[in-house]
């Protein structure tokens, strides 16, 4: 079971490296990490480099995408070639996902037209501009196209997919052996909760930014 996990410069870290940890423990995966060229991709905050195994042309057909999402994403909306790789992968693929902004680029390769789709909550009206239907929820599945919302969504994205592939015990004991059973210590994780100030500072990019 080949898993193509997309990445490109300014991508979110957690945003890909979550889904792995869950994915890459399915029986058979076989995960590559793939961008436009082959070499090193610097992450978001500058710190993180990953490295694409493989340009998008090399991996024509896997059965599974993963497309990150970041701050990048927006240089990402413009980019044909990555467009028409999604639309050629959508073609073989069992399963179709994204984590956080990754589904803008669902979107607008026209793969999300009619659907209901997530993403980070500070961009989620951009997925209309697409065709797509917005939902808040953290984990939308619409036929084989799944969608996270922001960033650590992309981990329960990966144990909902887990399941559906390989049934709900082996998802159980993949996020037993991972140990995900999250307390934070804030309840802080979603815009409804948050304090109004620090969603509009995120909002409007003046802490944190997607574009």
């Known amino acids: 079971m080949q898993i193509a996990m997309v990445v490109y410069d300014r991508f979110t870290a957690l945003d890909v490296v979550g889904p792995y940890e869950i994915l890459s423990r399915l029986p058979e995966a076989r995960i590559t990490f793939v961008a436009e060229r082959a070499g090193p991709v610097r992450a978001d905050t500058g710190f993180l480099t990953l490295t694409a195994d493989r340009a998008l042309d090399e991996l024509p057909d896997p059965d599974i995408v993963v497309v990150s999402g970041g701050p990048g994403t927006q240089e990402q ?77 992309g981990i329960d994205m990966a144990l909902a997919l887990a399941g559906r592939i390989a049934g709900d015990e082996h998802a159980q004991a993949v996020q037993l052996f991972t140990e995900y059973d999250p307390r934070p210590p804030y309840d802080t994780g979603s815009p409804h909760k948050a304090p109004a100030h620090l969603v509009e500072e995120i909002r409007t990019g003046r802490r944190f930014s997607l574009t």
């Open 77 to 153: 909306l413009g980019n044909e070639a990555l467009r028409a790789w999604l639309r050629a992968a959508d073609a073989h693929a069992t399963w179709i996902t994204s984590v956080c902004s990754g589904s803008l680029l669902l979107a607008a390769a026209g793969l999300l037209k009619g659907r209901r789709a997530t993403t980070h909550w500070a961009v989620l009206d951009m997925l209309r501009h697409f065709g797509a239907e917005p939902t808040e929820e953290r984990v939308v599945v619409d036929g084989r196209y799944v969608t996270a919302a922001g960033v650590s969504a």
